[in-house]
């Protein structure tokens, strides 16, 4: 389905919203990179086939969804019905996110620090959620997305307690009890849970046997996460922890909540009063943080029907001690790895080199349609300034090549780098870097070449 999708770029829906990029898409769904607003600002819409039975309750549910106001809330900015090449499709146009965190579980998993910041971040939307008598349904890495430095949860799933209306093909983030009680609170605490391990493990799947006693989980699952997944994991509904529960659990010194049965219809005030002494932290989900790990192929579940998760970049971790990135491999064209979970093996950060070196560099995304124009090579230069601890804080174009198209592309990619320093008795300094990118028919090459550290 994916080249049936992509032959709509370029395409303008419902009169306002040009289709300039196609981001993912399942055979039922697709994402479209997109403009919104006067000033044509980055959005994405998704397309949904419904039928005359589902479509008015998905309208109605982005309709709700639309009224809830969070900060970890990925926006909803429109929707409608519209035709495409002659199919009757919903379209959704929400606030566009750079990354989302099932991109990021492949490479490598969550740190504790970061696992910390995705759960509180989840939780405050869970609290807010539930404390209205609604519930998310549908917690799973590909729906927790980056948006500059902020975490947001995609919503244009929520629905009231009970709802099995919408529900789709069950998949391992789905709790065990939604073919018979529907979406639930509890289900969210499912779903959360098996979210955490697999942000820990990169692994989403506890074990066999979890409809008949409650999954067992590794060891190596780092305190305090191992008693929250466990908690999170019951098999019986009414025995896991409520939202409250796990957040009282995070807070510095305190005891572990009591085993009682949970009592979810709270009032979103009372709900997010344990969440208080969580929200001041720091954001520190950061989706440059991609640091070199342990390859992991991409774990394939089956989406809702209304789900379809867009594409980002290509990110490569450079292996320690390479002063210079390898030669990239362009995926945009790949097809998706085997679901086979890789063994974990442990991290091992490299030491600086005193020039400093490449430690993640991030290929664009170019559709085959516009590789299909390049003639011969098409060549972009960019300089980066890079601060003391490794991040690009500021790109600008060297040399623009002859389009501007491909220009904007290797701008937008070399944010995201990530550079190891170079050193001065033992203190990191800045430093400046060109990215030279090739644009060809075949691929996408870099060359990073350092210019000068800035004492």
């Known amino acids: ?112 620090t970061e696992t910390e910041y995705m759960l509180r971040s989840v939780l405050e939307v869970l609290a807010h959620l539930h404390g209205q008598g609604l519930v998310h349904g549908r917690v799973k890495p590909a729906n927790i997305m980056a948006v500059g430095e902020t975490l947001k949860l995609t919503c244009d799933g929520v629905s009231a307690f009970g709802d099995k209306s919408l529900a789709g093909f069950p998949t391992i983030y789905d709790p065990p009890e939604l073919p018979t009680a529907g979406l639930s609170p509890p289900g969210d605490v499912w779903s959360l849970g098996i979210t955490l391990v697999e942000a820990l493990t990169q692994r989403p799947s506890v074990g066999e046997g979890i409809r008949q006693v409650d999954p067992s989980l590794p060891d190596s699952v780092p305190a305090p996460f191992l008693e929250i997944a466990r908690q999170c994991l019951r098999l019986d509904p009414q025995r896991r922890w409520t939202v409250p529960d796990i957040a009282a659990r995070l807070l510095p010194s305190a005891p572990a909540p009591r085993k009682t049965r949970a009592k979810y219809l709270l009032p979103a005030a009372v709900a997010g009063v344990v969440l208080v002494a969580l929200v001041a932290g720091p954001r520190l989900f950061d989706r440059r943080a991609v640091q070199p790990g342990p390859g992991a192929s991409q774990q394939e579940t089956t989406p809702h029907p209304a789900e379809s998760e867009p594409s980002v970049p290509s990110v490569r971790p450079v292996p320690p001690g390479s002063g210079r990135a390898e030669k990239p491999v362009d995926r945009s064209t790949a097809a998706p790895p085997p679901a086979v979970a890789a063994p974990q093996t442990p991290i091992h950060a490299p030491t600086a080199s005193a020039s400093g070196e490449v430690v993640q560099q991030v290929l664009p995304p170019v559709s085959r349609r516009s590789r299909n124009t390049i003639t011969g090579k098409i060549r972009v230069g960019v300089r980066v300034s890079v601060d003391a601890s490794g991040r690009v804080v500021e790109a600008r174009l060297e040399s623009p090549g002859s389009s501007r198209y491909f220009a904007r592309l290797a701008l937008e990619s070399s944010r995201r780098w990530k550079f190891r320093p170079p050193e001065l008795n033992g203190e990191a300094l800045p430093s400046e870097w060109i990215l030279r990118y090739v644009f060809g028919r075949a691929g996408t090459e870099v060359h990073p070449a350092p210019v000068a550290a800035r004492h």
């Open 1 to 112: 389905m994916t080249e049936g999708w992509r032959q709509w770029e370029g395409e303008i829906v419902d009169g306002h919203f040009p289709l300039r990029r196609f981001l993912g898409g399942s055979d039922h769904s697709a994402v479209f990179l997109t403009e919104f607003g006067p000033l044509s600002e980055k959005a994405a819409l998704k397309f949904v086939e419904a039928n005359s039975a589902t479509a008015p309750q998905l309208l109605f549910r982005w309709e709700r969804a639309a009224k809830l106001s969070h900060p970890h809330f990925l926006r909803l900015n429109q929707w409608g019905r519209c035709q495409l090449g002659g199919a009757s499709l919903l379209y959704l146009v929400t606030e566009f996110a750079e990354d989302n965190l099932s991109h990021i579980l492949p490479a490598r998993p969550l740190s504790p």
